[in-house]
């Protein structure tokens, strides 16, 4: 899948692949912006290419035949928006389930803009004392990049602001709709 998936990256759609950071074994993966559905295919590429492998959330909705079986073969595990239990203390639950979880999460949420992000990717990380890696994806330099790792602190207001910084410089797919 390594091979493959860098193939189609890099020769087909032209990207590259730039890692800045050591794998961990677990990890909230942060991927940002995420203003189109294209951020999917390329962001799923460009782990792929690194020979790594994360589950990540998607709206239930999604989860229905055949796309059900699809997404499940790749990593999706379906979110249930109106459910009543916590999905950050269910999730970071998951992480002393495994030796190996990486867990993909947009910070916005959504592909709109959006001033404020979500707080569950953090708070999932904080929870189950796991750190942050944090991706960008340029459409500006067609490059998909691991940046850092960030270990939350509990401070949210002062490490939003700082995990936030890293993503000022990046031009997402639709601009428009996104607000570092």
Known sequence: MKRTSKFILTKILGWSV??????????????APHTSNWDFIIGKLAYSSLGRTANFLIKKE?????????????????VERNRKTSMTEVLAAEF??????????TPEGTRK???EWKKGFYFIAHKANVPILLIALDYGKKEAAV??????????????VKIRAYYKDVTPKKPE???P
């Open 113 to 115: 803009p959006r001033k």
């Open 177 to 179: 709709n996104f607000i």
């Open 147 to 160: 940046l850092d790792i960030f270990y939350p602190t509990g401070d949210y207001k002062t490490d939003i």
């Open 18 to 31: 730039v890692d800045k950071a050591v794998d961990v074994p677990k990890c909230v993966v942060a991927v």
């Open 62 to 78: 999604w989860f229905f035949f055949p796309f059900n079986l699809f997404f499940k073969s790749i990593g999706g595990i379906p």
């Open 96 to 105: 002393d389930k495994h030796e190996h979880l990486h867990l993909a999460v």
